[in-house]
Nanobody
Framework: VQLQASGGGAVQAGGALRLSCAVS????????VGWFRQAPGQEREFVAA????????NYADSVKGRFTIGRDNAKNTVTLQMDSLKPEDTAVYYC????????????????????WGQGTQVTVSS
C-alpha cells in the first residue's frame, strides 16, 4: 500500500487547511485510514482515524470539534479538514493505513498501523 499526502502549508492561527492522502496498491476499502502528526522534539501522536466504510471515526481530544476526517472510497482518498488552527497544531502530518477484522477499534498507537505515507508540513503562526 502506498500513501501520498498533500495539502500542507503555512497559515495563521484561526485559519484552515485541508490535507489529502491518495492511497494506492491494494483494495482501499480493506483499510482503516488515519492521520498522525509529529512536532519538532516530540513523539509522533495520533490525530484521527476512520473505518473502512467511513461510518466510524475517532479523534484525539486535542482536535475534536476542529478537525474532520473523511474518505472517498470511489477515489481512494482520505482527507483531514483542519479548522480553527492553533500554533500547537504545527507539525509534520502523516497519513496511515491498516487492515482490521470485524471491529474498528481505537487504533491510536503508531504500532497499530503498518502503512505510512511521507509527511506534509503544517505550520500555524500566532
Amino acid at each position: 500500500v502506498q500513501l501520498q499526502a498533500s495539502g500542507g502549508g503555512a497559515v495563521q492561527a484561526g485559519g484552515a487547511l485541508r490535507l489529502s492522502c491518495a492511497v494506492s496498491g491494494r483494495t482501499f476499502t480493506n483499510y482503516a485510514v488515519g492521520w498522525f502528526r509529529q512536532a519538532p522534539g516530540q513523539e509522533r501522536e495520533f490525530v484521527a482515524a476512520i473505518s473502512r466504510s467511513g461510518t466510524v471515526t475517532n479523534y484525539a481530544d486535542s482536535v475534536k470539534g476542529r478537525f474532520t476526517i473523511g474518505r472517498d472510497n470511489a477515489k481512494n482518498t482520505v482527507t483531514l479538514q483542519m479548522d480553527s488552527l492553533k500554533p500547537e497544531d504545527t507539525a509534520v502530518y502523516y497519513c496511515v493505513a491498516r487492515e482490521y477484522g470485524a471491529y474498528f477499534l481505537a487504533f491510536m498507537r503508531t504500532q497499530d498501523y503498518a502503512y505510512w505515507g511521507q509527511g506534509t508540513q503544517v505550520t500555524v503562526s500566532s
